[in-house]
């Protein structure tokens, strides 16, 4: 009966030594999985901060822009006014 359940006892844990190297695999194909992920996110970020730099300059151009033409329209309102 010792001999059957050292026997038992063996395929056990080589059935539980299977299991854990099969959830190790997968664990480890999970986080490769992740490493990708986290990679292509930080690809990402990096094109939308440089397309918002571009936009931000962009607006800060038309800004200026608006301004100068306000600043022009008033001077010739004035130039009217005094005609």
């Known amino acids: 009966m010792k001999g ?3 026997i038992q006892l063996s395929l056990t844990v ?4 299977g299991l854990a190297l099969e959830r ?11 490493d990708r ?3 292509e996110l930080e ?8 397309s918002e730099k571009r936009l931000s300059t962009k607006v800060e151009i038309f ?8 600043a022009e ?9 005094i005609n």
């Open 63 to 70: 800004r200026t822009r608006k301004e100068s033409i306000k």
């Open 73 to 81: 329209y008033s001077a010739a309102e004035a130039q009217v006014k």
């Open 37 to 39: 992920e986290v990679a």
């Open 24 to 34: 190790k695999n997968a664990l480890v194909q999970q986080a490769d999985g992740f």
């Open 14 to 17: 080589k059935i539980l030594q």
């Open 4 to 6: 059957r359940q050292k």
């Open 43 to 50: 690809k990402q970020e990096k094109k939308l901060i440089a």
